[in-house]
């Protein structure tokens, strides 16, 4: 079983809509969750952090649900500058995990 | 401030040469990463550095080497590089919180 997982998607949407993506876990002992987001051939950058509280950025709301281990992201109002790879990482806690990524098409 | 730096950005080798691809940081994070990523795959950890001076094996080190000679530095070496090791590699530092990617070493191997 891979320690991080995500439905690959692609998740094809058109602008304006909500679309959510979940991610599992599986080591009860990781301290640290995080939603990159990378564009085609660039390199990761952090989206946000994830808190068992939720947290919200404008659009994006992540939550973690500890007792079922997963992650969870919430993108409100899509934009066509949305359209990427999220990818969920999880600090297990000896090194970051990262899932495979669920890719995001927003389409006009 | 340049953050994470990698060396070189594309990189073409034969089967059987050896090279390093050369990750430095100037963010005083303690720990270092190198990924690869295949087309249409997430990031799998080749080997992780927690601090200076120690490394340990992640998901694939088969066919790697690094070395964290220092807290700016960690580099990953290929001593016979085979056609699979074709990907993208990536660097990183890391605090507890964020991790900071470099942009990323696209080897090819022939």
């Known amino acids: 079983r891979k320690e991080v997982e995500q439905d690959p998607g692609p998740f094809n949407v058109p602008e304006g809509a909500t679309v959510a993506f979940n991610c599992t876990y599986s080591?009860?002992?990781?301290?640290?969750f995080f939603w990159y987001r990378q564009d085609c051939r660039k390199e990761p950058k952090l989206l946000m952090s994830v808190y068992s509280s939720g947290n919200e950025d404008g659009r994006f709301t992540a939550q973690l649900n500890r007792a079922s281990q997963y992650i969870s992201l919430l993108i409100r109002d899509s934009k066509l500058s949305d359209s990427a790879t999220y990818l969920c990482?999880?600090?297990?806690?000896?090194?970051?995990?990262f899932g495979s990524g669920t890719r995001l098409q927003v389409q006009p | 401030n340049a953050g994470v730096t990698q060396t070189p950005k594309f990189q073409v080798l034969k089967t059987g040469q050896s090279m390093t691809l050369q990750c430095a940081q100037d963010?005083?994070?303690?720990?270092m990463y190198w990924y690869r990523q295949d087309p249409g795959m997430g990031l799998r950890l080749i080997y992780y550095s927690a601090s200076e001076g120690t490394t340990d094996k992640g998901e694939v080190p088969n066919g790697y080497n690094v070395s964290r000679l220092n807290k700016r530095e960690f580099s990953l070496r290929l001593e016979s590089a085979a056609p699979s090791q074709t990907s993208v590699y990536f660097c990183a530092g890391a605090t507890g919180s964020e991790a900071f990617f470099g942009q990323g070493t696209r080897l090819t191997v022939v």
């Open positions: 963010m005083n994070h303690n720990s």
């Open positions: 990482v999880v600090n297990d806690p000896r090194a970051l995990t």
């Open positions: 080591n009860s002992a990781s301290q640290s």
